[in-house]
């Protein structure tokens, strides 16, 4: 008899357990608004790569370059060319650079 008791205790227990995580489970349930947010999130995304390839975009991004470019001068102009070159040779042998090469200018877009 006090086994069965025990066994109804944690099967009990176990019940209660289960209703406690089913309950978080609804609460972390995906809405639709998650799902349209996402996906006008990810379709932004996708938007300005597609944007990026045309001729427009081309120039967009080579001014960005530029913009970021300027910035980097800015910032770096009190540092002494010698760090700039030490700099430099210490990362060489991984291909990478201190001052951040610009993309080749892409042709001009006719004003309309």
């Given at each position: 008899?006090?086994?069965?008791?025990?066994?109804?205790?944690?099967?009990?227990?176990?019940?209660?357990?289960?209703?406690?995580?089913?309950?978080?489970?609804?609460?972390?349930?995906?809405?639709?608004?998650?799902?349209?947010?996402?996906?006008?999130?990810?379709?932004?995304?996708?938007?300005?790569?597609?944007?990026k390839e045309t001729e427009q975009g081309?120039?967009?991004?080579?001014?960005?370059a530029l913009k970021d470019k300027a910035?980097?001068?800015?910032?770096?102009?009190?540092?002494?060319?010698?760090?700039?070159?030490?700099?430099?040779?210490?990362?060489?042998?991984?291909?990478?650079?201190?001052?951040?090469?610009?993309?080749?200018?892409?042709?001009?877009?006719?004003?309309?």
């Amino acid at each position: 008899m006090c086994s069965l008791i025990e066994q109804q205790k944690s099967l009990y227990l176990l019940v209660r357990e289960s209703i406690v995580i089913l309950n978080q489970i609804i609460e972390m349930s995906v809405s639709v608004h998650d799902c349209h947010k996402q996906l006008e999130e990810w379709a932004e995304r996708e938007a300005k790569n597609a944007a990026k390839e045309t001729e427009q975009g081309k120039y967009l991004s080579y001014l960005e370059a530029l913009k970021d470019k300027a910035i980097d001068e800015v910032k770096e102009a009190n540092v002494s060319d010698e760090l700039k070159g030490t700099l430099n040779n210490l990362f060489a042998f991984v291909n990478i650079t201190w001052s951040r090469k610009l993309p080749p200018r892409p042709k001009q877009i006719a004003s309309r």
